[in-house]
């Protein structure tokens, strides 16, 4: 596939999944000196970054959870590498309050030294595709973070359902008032369950609409939208960009799930 762009996404270890959900690379093609407007998807949850080139490599970079798109400018000959954090456990790694996250995007000052093997584990992923010294960080930190269940679980259950479900439901399960779990998610992940949902939904939708042969008609349906319109207004709001010109956009890039 000829693309401007690649993203690659592979798994962490098992035993680190409640931790980080995946590793990501991304780049632009070959031949693409940029710089390029990059527009980030929403999803709701919490990476941590470097960007390496040939004259080094970046300071630890976060993005928080956000309800609107971030958009950062990428180059050529640069290689940007990271982890995304499961929407729990991020301000527990961080060591600060879900609020303090959402809608951060740029170098990440606090945390203790394994962070700072954190970052030089993405250095090493950026460019040889290596994930060993990650995955041991990653394992160590698993083993002693202390993680809000509750949150967690109905964070997954939202992912899970392409943010289809009821809180009252979620929080029926958590043995939880709404009340509680709405504070408690909103303390740990930074978005609001109703926000976390309509941006799991979002993003669902723009992965199908993007799908070869799929429109954002059919994506409105498949994601549950009222109708196309309702889709159209939400893409809006979030991208600041028409439906089409964020279907162009996405497309641009080859997305590829190396396991």
Request: net charge neutral; proline share 4%; charged share 25%.
């Amino acid at each position: 596939m000829n693309a401007d762009m690649l993203y690659e996404e592979r798994d962490t270890p098992a035993a680190a999944r409640g931790l980080a959900v995946c590793y990501w690379r991304f780049q632009l093609g070959p031949g693409i000196g940029g710089p390029v407007e990059h527009v980030i998807v929403p999803d709701g949850v919490t990476s941590l970054s470097v960007a390496v080139s040939e004259a080094g490599a970046s300071p630890l970079l976060c993005a928080g959870p956000t309800r609107i798109a971030h958009s950062v400018q990428v180059h050529g000959g640069v290689v940007y590498a990271g982890v995304r954090l499961a929407p729990a456990a991020a301000a527990a790694l961080l060591e600060v309050g879900g609020p303090d996250l959402r809608g951060h995007i740029g170098p990440w000052r606090g945390g203790d030294n394994r962070l700072a093997e954190l970052a030089a584990a993405l250095v090493k992923l950026a460019r040889t595709k290596v994930s060993d010294a990650a995955d041991e960080v990653l394992l160590d930190r698993a083993r002693d973070l202390r993680i809000d269940q509750a949150a967690s679980c109905a964070a997954q259950a939202l992912i899970e359902s392409g943010g289809r479900g009821r809180i009252a439901d979620l929080a029926a399960g958590a043995g939880l008032s709404e009340r509680q779990l709405r504070r408690r998610f909103f303390d740990v992940v930074g978005l609001t369950p109703k926000e976390f949902a309509g941006v799991r939904r979002l993003r669902e939708a723009c992965i199908r609409a993007v799908a070869e042969h799929d429109t954002w008609a059919a994506a409105a349906v498949e994601a549950d939208y009222a109708d196309q319109a309702h889709l159209s207004r939400e893409v809006r709001a979030v991208f600041d960009q028409t439906p089409r010109r964020v279907a162009r956009y996405l497309r641009r890039i080859d997305h590829r799930f190396v396991g």
